[in-house]
């Protein structure tokens, strides 16, 4: 064996490179371990391929090993790739590494996280957690011989001839007194879970494969049941129940990217703004942030998304944003719409019974992104008072005993006096009344329940000028009301014009607007609550911006229905008054007040507009009256 001695410099013009990337260019330390294992896998790769051609021999299959030396406080990382000659170190260790290093240190002086990670570092990363590293490697070409590489985190490193049966490389690490953390098994094996878990080279500790090898994301949707899909989405997300339904990405251009995304059934709040996606790059983990990649109201999905092109920093910790980066994220979107408008139309009914867990998704994207807004513009359900169709093409689609259409299925049976107006609800108790006067008389009204609706319909609107959207509860259609003429007293005063002095003196309160009428629905209430449309937005988007829930507002309606009876009964109890003594109301007036009081105050509990300080007063007062009522009646 020819004898090799060497020592020099690594070439760099600056001593401070070490200390960067000891501190600073990697997040955590424990990333060194990822980027030893990725150039082992990298280095197997090129084994294989170097073999096919004829430049190398093939040896055994590919496999990084780690070993533990308590004693000696060292930890290797060795694999049986290509391996690399002596010439190969010098170039690829001591040159490529640094290669534009000044540059390097400028940029990365004036912006943190905006380098791009060409400059071969990965190796480097040993240094954040070593005093000293030892590279014995032997290429795998023929007549290679062994060498040995080594450096005590300076720019001065030493290069000699060695021994080394078979060809590969064995990373050694001589770790730091305050980073033998690494030595202990338990905590390697958790590192390669979560970095290199789903890389297709065995991870071997301690003679166990430690990695579970298997990417189901790089195979084609064809070769995958869905109890695969859903073993994934276990393996990945613990106890966290199935999975909703998801979407296979695979598209090699004009970008190479693989992935699996799963609608996850939502529990509780969603991560707007972080997200659950895995970042994977050649099926080693970077990063479970990935707000740069996919479009905001996607983030809350769960899954993989594994691509080379990805540009990252350095460190690759963070992505860099460009036009690629943007075009990745419109591709998920529109995998994401294409993948909703097939269950659609395959399976209308599961569709339907997925749609509350879809919603927010599909609405948020749809404000926010006009160009997903296009591609689910049909795929928006709204729940609906009309009766649920027959047979697969049926609009209302049946779900659990609840209906569902679209916009368009809705205008399709809008009478034609009502072709510009969508009636919609938003809570079934609190606008239980003004719900049943509609639909009693045929109406058909969307249900919209969720917060987002608050912004979701003036977008609706905005997207639709021609359509008006009105909230059940805000005013009442003329085909809901008697219209027939009232007799008149000889001061030339109907019913309606005494009930309403009655009341507006019971309350004496200028912001309630008192409306009398007379509605044709069996078992409306006796009086409601009615909020003008954009009165009540102004008043929904205040308490928004104010994060509380919107109370009701000082200016609203109070529309009595002058043929319930107890409305009916209250203007008998006014009109039999006879003054007593000295008072200026008689007993029965009094009454009649206290009725028209409790009238509002029950209006006001169905639109829950009585605080919660107020409702012990109203149980004391309700009682009152029950008493008074029975003692006159008896």
């Known amino acids: 064996m020819a004898v090799l001695e060497e020592q020099g410099q690594i070439q760099i013009h600056t001593e401070n490179i070490f200390p960067i990337i000891k501190k600073?260019?990697?997040?955590?330390?424990?990333?060194?371990?990822?980027?030893?294992?990725?150039?082992?896998?990298?280095?197997?790769?090129?084994r294989r391929m170097a073999a096919m051609a004829g430049d190398c021999s093939e040896g055994d299959d590919g496999a990084i090993r780690i070993s533990?030396?308590?004693?000696?406080?060292?930890?290797?990382?060795?694999?049986?790739?290509?391996?690399?000659?002596?010439?190969?170190?010098?170039?690829?260790?001591?040159?490529?590494?640094?290669?534009?290093?000044?540059?390097?240190?400028?940029?990365?002086?004036?912006?943190?996280?905006?380098?791009?990670?060409?400059?071969?570092?990965?190796f480097y990363s040993s240094f954040m957690v070593a005093e000293r590293v030892e590279l014995l490697t032997r290429s795998a070409r023929?007549?290679?011989?062994?060498?040995?590489?080594?450096?005590?985190?300076?720019?001065?490193?030493?290069?000699?001839?060695?021994?080394?049966?078979?060809?590969g490389t064995d990373v050694i690490l001589h770790l730091m007194e305050d980073?033998?953390?690494?030595?202990?098994?338990?905590?390697?094996?958790?590192?390669?879970n979560t970095y290199c878990d789903?890389?297709?080279?065995?991870?071997?500790?301690?003679?166990?494969?430690?990695?579970?090898?298997?990417?189901?994301?790089?195979?084609?949707?064809?070769?995958?049941?869905?109890?695969?899909?859903i073993d994934l989405y276990h393996y990945l997300y613990p106890f966290q129940g199935d999975p909703l339904l998801w979407v296979h990405l695979n598209t090699d251009y004009p970008y190479n990217l693989q992935g699996i995304l799963f609608f996850p059934k939502q529990t509780g709040r969603a991560d707007w703004e972080k997200g659950e996606i895995?970042?994977?790059?050649?099926?080693?983990?970077?990063?479970?942030?990935?707000?740069?990649?996919?479009?905001?109201?996607l983030l809350p999905l769960r899954g993989v998304i594994d691509s080379p092109d990805i540009p990252l920093n350095v460190s690759r910790s963070a992505l860099q944003t460009d036009r690629r980066v943007r075009s990745i994220g419109n591709f998920v979107a529109k995998k994401v719409s294409d993948r909703l408008r097939n269950l659609k139309k395959e399976d209308p009914n599961g569709y339907a019974e997925a749609w509350d867990a879809l919603a927010p998704f599909v609405k948020i994207g749809a404000m926010e992104d006009e160009k997903f807004a296009e591609q689910v513009?049909?795929?928006?359900?709204?729940?609906?008072?009309?009766?649920a169709g027959e047979g697969d093409d049926a609009d209302p689609i049946a779900c659990d005993g609840r209906a569902f259409t679209t916009l368009e299925g809705y205008r399709s049976r809008l009478a034609a006096d009502q072709n510009q107006r969508v009636l919609y609800s938003t809570d079934d108790v609190a606008q239980a009344g003004a719900l049943n006067l509609w639909t009693s008389q045929g109406a058909e009204v969307l249900k919209l329940e969720t917060v987002i609706d608050t912004q979701f319909i003036p977008w609706l609107e905005h997207r639709h000028e021609e359509l008006t959207f009105q909230r059940v509860d805000s005013e009442l259609d003329e085909s809901l009301k008697d219209n027939d003429a009232e007799l008149t007293d000889q001061d030339g005063?109907?019913?309606?014009?005494?009930?309403?002095?009655?009341?507006?003196?019971?309350?004496?309160?200028?912001?309630?607007?008192?409306?009398?009428?007379?509605?044709?629905?069996?078992?409306?209430?006796?009086?409601?609550?009615?909020?003008?449309?954009?009165?009540?937005?102004?008043?929904?988007?205040?308490?928004?911006?104010?994060?509380?829930?919107?109370?009701?507002?000082?200016?609203?309606?109070?529309?009595?229905?002058?043929?319930?009876?107890?409305?009916?009964?209250m203007l008998k109890l006014r009109a039999g008054g006879v003054l007593v003594g000295a008072a200026d109301t008689s007993p029965t007036a009094s009454l009649a007040e206290d009725v028209a009081r409790h009238l509002y105050d029950m209006a006001r509990l169905g639109v829950g507009g009585l605080e919660p300080n107020e409702l012990a007063g109203f149980q004391t007062r309700s009682a009152e009256l029950m008493g008074a009522l029975m003692q006159r009646g008896l």
């Not at 010098?90 to 380098?115: G, H, P, T």
């Not at 009086?527 to 937005?537: F, G, K, N, S, T």
């Open 198 to 229: 789903f890389m297709a080279v065995p991870v071997q500790l301690e003679g166990e494969t430690i990695n579970k090898m298997d990417a189901p994301w790089r195979k084609s949707a064809r070769d995958l049941s869905d109890q695969d899909y």
């Open 278 to 297: 895995k970042l994977y790059c050649n099926q080693v983990f970077v990063s479970d942030s990935i707000k740069e990649v996919v479009p905001r109201y």
């Open 68 to 122: 533990v030396d308590r004693e000696a406080k060292t930890l290797t990382i060795s694999d049986n790739g290509i391996g690399m000659t002596a010439d190969e170190v010098k170039r690829y260790i001591n040159q490529v590494a640094f290669s534009s290093a000044e540059d390097f240190l400028e940029k990365y002086k004036q912006e943190n996280d905006a380098i791009i990670g060409h400059f071969g570092l990965g």
């Open 24 to 46: 600073a260019v990697y997040s955590g330390h424990e990333v060194f371990l990822r980027e030893l294992v990725s150039n082992g896998v990298d280095a197997i790769s090129k």
């Open 179 to 192: 980073e033998l953390e690494y030595l202990e098994p338990a905590r390697i094996r958790t590192l390669i």
């Open 493 to 569: 005063t109907t019913e309606s014009d005494r009930l309403r002095d009655l009341i507006k003196a019971a309350l004496a309160n200028d912001k309630v607007t008192v409306q009398v009428q007379a509605l044709k629905a069996e078992g409306a209430p006796p009086a409601m609550i009615l909020l003008p449309e954009q009165m009540r937005r102004l008043n929904d988007m205040g308490a928004l911006m104010e994060q509380r829930l919107p109370g009701l507002p000082e200016h609203h309606v109070l529309l009595v229905n002058r043929r319930h009876p107890l409305v009916e009964g």
């Open 377 to 387: 513009s049909e795929l928006i359900l709204f729940a609906t008072t009309a009766a």
């Open 142 to 167: 023929p007549e290679a011989e062994a060498v040995r590489w080594s450096c005590d985190g300076s720019p001065n490193f030493s290069l000699t001839a060695a021994e080394k049966e078979q060809p």
